[in-house]
């Protein structure tokens, strides 16, 4: 018969633009870390796709430099800088990206103490724990414990499956290197994770091993202050039972989870 049309309906399609936000004062500055956050008032007609905040030594930063990443949504969101040095001036502004672009706070800026504290950079990466009485290696008179690579180092395979390892895995604090070493000598194939962090140069220093659970249960005490992802798995250098599988910690907003597979790394190092 034909075609037949309702009644005309005018629309105009709305033009996104950048979000406005504000970036949260400074709270609870230590010689590592910092509180800081934002809040994002108006998404600019576009859904907020990533936020948090960024800083620098210098001024104006952006996310090309150290930021943090809180995810989606709007509303107000808390951060914490970490790595930072003791006693230096950093510059700090939230940010907020959506289709249209990335929208920056106002810019705030903090100097660190100079006191060393978990998250502090210092000797080539991050403090992500002070031994305890009772830890492997605690000293009561010389402050010591254990750094974590500021980034991942990669992905990699944990070794050789098929291997019979002649010592086994140990899992307290001080047994990372010794597994390390023992994967690397059992097993020849390159690339793997224990060889990558056996050998690895990381600002100066050469002595970082793939850590064990211990290690990194430790770290996990800490981890709100410390450059680890929510949402990845992190290989061990131990491994799962009996099964020659290495163990993975994933990490969760409550901390560490089990689970098997290859994964992200990330070297320590005691000190």
């Not at 943090?68 to 709007?74: A, D, F, I, L, S």
């Not at 990558?196 to 100066?204: Q, R």
């Amino acid at each position: 018969t034909g075609v037949t049309y309702g009644n005309n309906v005018v629309y105009t399609t709305f033009n996104p633009t950048l979000a406005t936000l504000t970036t949260i004062a400074i709270t609870s500055i230590t010689g590592g870390t910092a509180s800081s956050g934002g809040t994002i008032s108006n998404d600019g007609g576009s859904e907020i796709t990533q936020k948090g905040i960024c800083w620098s030594t210098s001024t104006s930063p952006t996310i090309a430099n150290s930021k943090t990443m809180n995810g989606p949504n709007t509303g107000t969101f808390t951060s914490i800088p970490n790595g930072l040095t003791i006693n230096t001036t950093y510059y700090v502004r939230a940010y907020a990206t959506n289709i249209t672009g990335t929208a920056y706070g106002n810019q705030i800026s903090f100097t660190t103490t100079s006191t060393l504290s978990v998250g502090s950079f210092y000797q080539g990466g991050v403090i992500g724990y002070f031994l305890q009485s009772g830890d492997p290696g605690y000293s009561s008179t010389v402050q010591r414990g254990i750094i974590i690579s500021q980034n991942n180092i990669g992905t990699a395979d944990f070794g050789c499956y098929n291997v019979t390892y002649p010592n086994p895995f140990g899992t307290a604090i001080g047994n990372g290197i010794n597994n390390t070493t023992n994967i690397v000598a059992s097993c020849p194939t390159p690339g793997i994770a224990a060889e990558i962090c056996l050998n690895l140069v990381l600002n100066t220093y050469s002595d970082w091993f793939l850590p064990c659970t211990g290690e990194w249960n430790a770290v996990n005490t800490n981890y709100l202050l410390l450059p680890l992802n929510v949402g990845e798995f992190y290989l061990t250098s131990n491994t799962h039972g009996t099964l020659n599988q290495n163990v993975l910690l994933y990490m969760t907003s409550g901390g560490f989870g089990n689970g098997l597979g290859a994964y992200q790394y990330k070297a320590f190092r005691l000190f």
